[in-house]
């Protein structure tokens, strides 16, 4: 299927304006045009906007989305270049899972603080045992 701009975006989540931007940084280097410049989005192209938008909220830059654009556009010399730009991404967000354990773990034990609290309606029970 082929896909406006607006139909993109509607599909993705992304606004026109980050489409064009991941357009402007090469992000997009296949998304075909009319004669008269419009972007014509095809489903591949979805499938890339969904690969982009998950290695951007894991916290990869701009620039190093670009690069594994470029490698994968080189071909199969590259594989194992990807193979280990994916490995490194994964080791930053077991760091990340990892810290958000922690906080979870903080926010929880909270939570039990103030569950105790709020069923003795006073802190007083609390402060005796577990000082914040």
């Not at 045009?33 to 951007?56: H, M, N, P, V, Y």
């Not at 470029?70 to 990807?82: I, N, P, S, V």
Request: hydrophobic share 35%.
């Amino acid at each position: 299927m082929e896909y406006s701009i607006a139909k993109a975006s509607e599909k993705t989540g992304l606004t026109p304006h980050t489409l064009r931007f991941y357009d402007k940084e090469g992000l997009l280097p296949f998304v075909a045009r009319t004669a008269s410049g419009i972007r014509i989005f095809q489903d591949s192209d979805i499938e890339w906007l969904s690969l982009i938008t998950c290695l951007k909220n894991t916290g990869m830059s701009i620039k190093d989305i670009k690069v594994f654009i470029d490698w994968y556009q080189e071909g199969d010399a590259t594989l194992e270049k990807r193979l280990m730009l994916f490995r490194h991404q994964k080791e930053i967000i077991e760091e990340q899972m990892k810290a958000l354990n922690q906080y979870m773990e903080k926010i929880n034990y909270k939570i039990k603080y103030y569950e105790t609290a709020v069923a003795a309606g006073t802190e007083a029970i609390q402060e005796k045992c577990c000082k914040e």
